[in-house]
């Protein structure tokens, strides 16, 4: 029994220092494995969003959507996937305010 | 952050030409799994129901008939039975939200979420935690019933020890509590756990070496040391009660084995890549998604075949379960034979009486 109390103790320390999670089941998300290093062309891109931990990914990402309709998968903090983003946030405006 | 997806326009197969041109090397591309998760949308609710419906069955009568017998004083292993009953039927309890939810999405709120989500992770981790106290009871019933045995405890210690067992379980279970949300991605609301940002891959890895470790390493070591030593001992006893008790240790580490090592594996190597932040190709990612898938399942079915394992081996339970659908309770008065049979002495471990040599099994 003390042998059984002492396990116990032991693992409620193991517990408490690494705190399980069994909620975070794989869901099996359309996720990007890895992002690209080298910077992706600009005029390539035609759209982008998000794939961030909350949406279930490992990878936070930036998906490029190119003219040819790949999916290509970027890191959200570089300067050039920002230097895109803005300009494709641009141009949807500029194309909001052409149409309207 | 919350930026509005881009237009997406109709994608017909990849095709890599002049935009790879640029670039000798393929550049990463989103991993589309679609089959899998058309698997999971069938396999996930099918096999959660199933459980459910086994679970909440098996489960419910052991606890009846438990109820239903009355019995006073019970030994350590009947008290963690009874535990482990409740904790795989609220387990069993949550599983047609997490079907529920699988099949058309999270409609019940971020509360609920959190509470069904933390009830989830309490019960499991309750579960296979009194496993392992169960094995240490029956281990050191025998070696008590031995003549150099340990003294017997205070009969409150199983009480104690089932409290702080589910303490422990509630405390597993706060990172579901606090940290599950009710998120929203491409139109379908999901119910999962997301760590704050920043300790993300840290705690998510460290989770996931803690599940193999203490979901499954501890309790499978606690498990193989007592159910040795146990089973040393039974050998060396005589008679066909002992043969038969020799048997049900056999079938209860061999389910352990079969239904949450495969599960254990498959974490196991998911962890590695994650603590080693391997990049995998999307059909190795997927193959992986799908083992887990299968083996989570396997690991599911185990809180329903725990009361087959535990209870309904037992003779004492079946003599209750009669019992109870005959309707007749057990009579407290007195009883020209005892049918309320008090907590077995165990004088010997080779008396071969039917209460003594089998009482290990049957509380």
Redesign the interface.
């Known amino acids: ?1 003390a042998s ?2 002492a ?2 103790l032991v ?2 320390l ?23 290093q ?1 910077p ?2 600009g005029n ?1 891109v ?11 990914c ?1 990878v936070p990402a930036v ?1 490029f ?9 970027a890191p959200p903090n570089q300067p050039w996937v920002v230097r895109i983003i803005r300009r ?1 946030q641009r141009n ?1 405006a500029k194309a909001k305010g052409s149409s309207s | 952050m919350g930026t509005e997806p881009a237009e997406q326009v109709s994608w017909g197969p990849y095709s890599g030409d002049d935009e790879e041109a640029y670039s000798a090397e393929p550049l990463p591309e989103l991993c589309y799994k679609a089959d899998v998760q058309a698997f999971s949308r069938a396999f996930q609710p099918s096999v959660s129901l199933t459980v459910a419906a086994l679970g909440l069955a098996g489960n419910g009568l052991v606890l009846a008939t438990h109820l239903a017998a009355r019995r006073a004083a019970r030994s350590p292993t009947s008290a963690h039975l009874l535990q482990l009953a409740l904790a795989d039927l609220l387990l069993a309890l949550t599983l047609p939200f997490a079907a529920a939810g699988a099949l058309q999405g999270w409609s019940l709120g971020s509360v609920t979420c959190r509470a069904i989500s933390g009830l989830y992770s309490a019960s499991f981790h309750a579960g296979f935690l009194f496993l392992a106290c169960i094995s240490a009871d029956r281990y050191v019933a025998i070696a008590r019933a031995l003549p150099a045995g340990p003294r017997p405890s205070a009969p409150g210690r199983a009480h104690l020890v089932s409290v702080i067992v589910w303490l422990l379980s509630l405390l597993l279970a706060l990172p579901a509590l606090l940290f599950s949300q009710d998120g929203q991605r491409e139109g379908q609301r999901r119910c999962r756990l997301v760590f704050p940002e920043g300790l993300t891959q840290t705690v998510k890895g460290a989770s996931a070496v803690a599940q193999v470790v203490l979901g499954f390493a501890l309790p499978l070591g606690v498990m193989a040391a007592c159910y040795a030593l146990l089973g040393r001992t039974l050998l060396a006893t005589r008679g066909p009660e002992s043969r038969r008790a020799l048997r049900v240790v056999v079938a209860l580490v061999a389910a352990f084995v079969v239904l949450q090592l495969p599960y254990s594996l498959a974490l196991l190597l998911d962890t590695a890549d994650l603590l080693a932040a391997r990049e995998r190709s999307c059909p190795a990612s997927k193959r992986k998604d799908l083992a887990l898938l299968v083996t989570g399942g396997l690991a599911l079915a185990r809180c329903g075949l725990n009361p087959v394992l535990y209870a309904f081996l037992g003779l004492r339970f079946r003599q209750d379960l009669r019992r109870l659908l005959r309707g007749g309770g057990c009579s407290p008065g007195p009883h020209p034979r005892s049918r309320c049979p008090r907590r077995p002495r165990l004088s010997s471990c080779s008396a071969p009486t039917e209460t003594n040599s089998v009482s290990f099994w049957d509380h």
């Open positions: 029994m059984h109390a396990a116990l693992l409620s193991l517990i408490l220092w690494t705190s399980s999670a069994l909620g975070g089941a794989n869901d099996a998300e359309d996720c990007c494995l890895s992002v690209t080298r992706i062309p390539l035609q759209g982008f969003r998000y794939l961030l931990l909350k949406d279930g490992r998906v959507t190119t003219l040819r309709g790949r999916q290509l998968c494709l949807s």
